[in-house]
């Protein structure tokens, strides 16, 4: 037998699900909120109950929500939930790309991208494509696996940008230990991006390297080779 919204029946406790209708969706606490993606308890917890004990398994909505590990399974939670929480996850991460927002500058370009790095433990590059209204064409992303460097396909990069007929690039990596300072390597990938774009026709506008809280824009603090 599941133990969900159900299990409130006949008691003096409101349902999550009643409690944000009633009070609205911001009166929920963290665990009532997970529990309505849960929808369900399991025969020894209702559902806030078993949403408490994730949540103090995997280390809180950050834990669920904002880090790489794809394993949510815990005693209660098993595949079908699991992909309702990735599902979050996943949304958060494609929602700051809309095509009618402009990228303008490091703040904004940071602002709307962040969530796209938050929580993830090994580094990625995010590469973007504007017009020349610098408005988004498509976005890509690499990976190495590496907490400690990642590898940007120049060659791919340049010819991607001439299929969807850029008129700028934006790069963005993280560095996961939160230190903002460029690496030799992470020069040397701008520098040969920066020419290999130019030959093109394509201006690298920046490339930022970010972390949870923070960014260094290339561009404004004048590293090569800008």
Known sequence: MELGDEYFKGTSIIKPREKALRQGIESLSDSELVSLLLDTGNTRENVVSLSSRMLYE?????????????????????????????????????????????????????????????GRKSEIALVLYLNKEKKLIRKDSF???????????????????????????????NHPSGKLHPSFADIQVAKELFRSLSLAQVVLLDVLIVSDCDKLSFRKNHYPPF
């Open 58 to 118: 995997k280390g809180g909505l950050r834990g669920i929500f904002l880090n790489d590990d794809n394993n949510l399974e815990t005693k209660g939670v098993k595949k079908a939930k699991m992909c309702r929480l990735l599902a979050v996850r996943e949304i958060m991460r494609r929602l700051p790309f809309s095509r009618e927002e402009t990228y303008l500058d490091d703040k904004t370009t940071y602002e709307r991208c962040r969530n796209f790095f938050l």
């Open 143 to 173: 990976t190495s696996g590496s907490d400690e460097s990642v590898y940007v396909p120049v060659p791919l990069v340049v010819k991607t940008s001439l299929q969807c007929n850029a008129r700028f690039v934006v790069v963005l990596h």
